[in-house]
Structure formats: C-alpha cells, structure tokens
C-alpha cells in the first residue's frame, strides 16, 4: 500500500526487500526498483539517496541499514512493530539531521480522508484470500518470508463447512 500512496502523492518510489524476488509487482505498483538489503553493493550505491521511508517491516531488523539510506534530513517513518527494541546509530542521526517517528492508526476522520484518497486513485490492496484450514501454513510462510501480500481468510467460506 505504501508504494501505491507514494506513487498517488507523486513521489519517487523505491522497494528496500530482502532479495528482489518482489520486483515485478513492485514495478507493476509504480516503484522505480527495488534495493535488495541482502546486496552489499545495492545498499552501498543507494546510500544517502533517499528522502524517506515508510518501515513496514514488523519482524527483527536492522534500522542502521534503512537510515544509511535516507539523505541529510531525511525522515524514517515506522509503522510495523519489531518484537524487539530496536538500534539506532544516534551518532549517524545527530550528524545527518535524521528524524524517526512512528505512526498507527489514524482517527476516523483521517481513516476517511484515506479511503477517500484511495478511492480518487484506485488505489486497493492487494491480497492472497486463504480459507481458514490453511491459517497454519500461512504463518509458515510468514516465518520463512514466503509472502507477497497480506493474507485475508475467507471466513464466511470457512463458516459454510
């Protein structure tokens, strides 16, 4: 979703994914290209570049290698959550002029604000739909980062059994 709004505000719009396994349907969003963070290389060209990013990511990772990334000024914004604390490099920030904040949810108004927007830009999320017998092997999945889009369980199809 982050990657359909940016694209809608205007922006240039990178992908920073493990691999680039997810780069023809990031492309097919509207992202520019994806930034491997398992490339040495990729990361090191990229550094410094970019205004800056949405952190979706709520599994372990490290930070220090997202705010290399951003430019002097530029602002990490994170909205999943880590189930652990995470690091920052405050001496890289102080210098930078680095911001991090963090969001939620947003009150009513602003959820439709939102969806006001997304319907303006037809913008919609993509997802698998699974049936509930398969909720165990999705969260396999999840744990082996085998997932491209949310999965949404088909309840009233799960119900009917």
Known sequence: MAVKFGVAFGCEVFVISRS???EAEAIAMGAKAIIPSGDEAALKEAAGTLDGIIDTVSAKHDITTLTT??????????VGLPPQQPTLNHF???????TVSGSVI???AMTQEML???GQHNITADVEVIDMDYVNKAMVRMEEGD???????????????
Do not use: W
């Open 20 to 22: 680039k396994a997810k």
């Open 69 to 78: 990334l951003l430019a002097p000024r530029g602002r990490l914004v994170m």
């Open 92 to 98: 890289d920030m102080i210098l930078r002029n680095l």
């Open 106 to 108: 947003g009150n009513l």
């Open 116 to 118: 006001d927007f997304c």
């Open 147 to 161: 997932v491209k889009f949310r999965f949404v369980i088909d309840i009233n199809k799960s119900l009917a059994l």
